[in-house]
């Protein structure tokens, strides 16, 4: 009996140790946080108004500037009084009057700059644009248009505080970076032109020796005589 018990034992061990261990469910990992992205600069804003193309944008900035500097001359004694009339604590009036100096010559530069990128575009361009482009200045300048009849007072107030917008200098600095390229690959896929053929040497007609007119005998030879 107590073999048999023994035996029971064993073989109830031995079952339990051959059984597979049934596998422990995965844990599920814990997802990794996502890295940060750094925020994207805020888009320029467009001024009311203007094209929303580059070529347009840059054209309306050329007039709008060019509105601007043309108005420096008249402004400029009115921008003097109402700068020495109203004077900060401890500012200095030449400082201040330096900074539309300085003004002046940044725009001039960047007038310079929006000419370059619309003749750029202009040449790279598959169309005409140049019309186009003609209108975007004009509507730029119409701003200023209202300057010759208003007092002089108003307009220098309005004229010292504007500004150039934001997105005109860097919109024509990448459009004229843009159409050199476009030049540069318009001028690597020209078809050479065929090498003209190589002219003959023309040919001289030989004149022939002239004729004389100098009759020359022929010899005539003398009849046989008869026998």
């Known amino acids: 009996m107590t073999a048999l018990i ?3 034992a064993l073989f109830a061990a031995q079952d339990q140790t051959a059984a597979p261990a049934e596998a422990a469910p995965p844990v599920p990992a814990e997802a990794a946080p996502a890295a940060p992205t750094a925020p994207s600069a805020p888009e320029l804003p467009y001024p009311p108004g203007a094209p929303q193309d580059d070529y347009g944008l840059v054209a309306w900035c050329y007039g709008a500037l060019g509105g601007y500097l043309e108005l420096h001359d008249r402004m400029i004694p009115e921008v003097t009084r109402i700068e020495g009339a109203f004077r900060r604590p401890g500012s200095n009036l030449a400082d201040d009057m330096k900074t539309y100096s300085d003004m002046q010559k940044i725009s001039r530069n960047n007038m310079k700059l929006f000419s370059r990128a619309m ?3 202009e040449r ?12 975007a ?12 009849n208003l007092p002089v007072r108003s307009v220098a107030q309005q004229w010292m505080g504007w500004a150039l917008p934001a997105r005109c200098v860097p919109t024509a600095q990448a459009l004229e970076a843009r159409a050199k390229l476009m030049g540069e690959a318009f001028k690597a896929n020209e ?8 002219t003959p040497p023309a ?7 002239a004729k004389s007119d100098t009759i ?12």
Request: aromatic share 2%; net charge negative; proline share 18%.
């Open 119 to 121: 003749e750029a575009a």
């Open 216 to 227: 020359v005998p022929v010899p005539v030879e003398p009849a046989p005589t008869p026998s």
């Open 6 to 8: 023994l035996a029971l």
């Open 137 to 148: 200045v004009q509507k730029g300048r119409s701003g200023w248009a209202g300057a010759a």
């Open 124 to 135: 790279a361009s598959l169309q005409p644009i140049n019309t186009r482009g003609a209108a």
């Open 203 to 209: 040919v001289t007609e030989t004149t022939p020796p």
């Open 191 to 198: 078809v050479p032109a065929e090498p003209l053929a190589a």
